[in-house]
């Protein structure tokens, strides 16, 4: 059903957001920041914030349509 199509896209999307910043965390170390989402929001540009949400997403949605 749709709802739940929305439901792991959301739940999915949120997985990928927590491993981008997870990602970030030693960035934000290094730049004396405890809070990884001050390199995401302060640090990258809004194109490559995008293109690295979408490299997350796509990995995810591969391995969930066995692409």
Request: glycine share 6%.
């Amino acid at each position: 059903s749709p709802q739940l199509c929305r439901r792991f896209w959301y739940d999915t999307y949120t997985a990928v957001l927590e491993g981008v910043l997870e990602g970030v965390e030693e960035i934000a170390a290094e730049q004396g920041s405890s809070d990884p989402q001050v390199v995401m929001q302060n640090y990258l540009s809004d194109s490559r914030s995008r293109r690295v949400r979408r490299e997350f997403m796509r990995e995810q949605l591969a391995e969930a349509f066995g692409e």
